[in-house]
């Protein structure tokens, strides 16, 4: 029934599994790793709306993904798809499968 952003990340970018963060327009999160529910991480979101638009900004600390930061050039992949009642799906990148070998590249610079 709310606008979602959900972001699925995959760290090895070994494609078979990714961490998933989602937040709604309230600023309410879900998270997951490749369906588990029960990967809790700590990470922190501030939501801001108007009567036009929402905002979010969200931080989660680099321990909640990885053993290590990235290296400088590093990648991982990453695919941020948009869904809700008031706008049509979108994704980048624009792709109609959901799965971690269809994402895009995030990269460290």
Do not use: M
């Not at 798809?81 to 070998?101: C, M, V, Y």
Request: with cysteine; glycine share 4%.
């Amino acid at each position: 029934r709310h606008d979602r952003l959900c972001f699925s990340i995959d760290t090895d970018r070994d494609y078979q599994c990714c961490y998933e963060l989602s937040v709604d327009e309230r600023g309410w999160t879900h998270d997951s790793c490749w369906g588990d529910t029960t990967w809790n991480p700590k990470w922190y979101v501030a939501q801001a709306e108007s009567d036009k638009s929402w905002q979010i900004e969200l931080a989660i600390p680099w321990t909640e993904l990885t053993a290590a930061p990235p290296n400088l050039r590093g990648a991982w992949s990453l695919n941020i798809r948009r869904t809700g009642p008031k706008n049509p799906d979108a994704s980048w990148p624009a792709s109609i499968a959901d799965s971690p070998d269809s994402q895009g590249l995030l990269l460290f610079e």
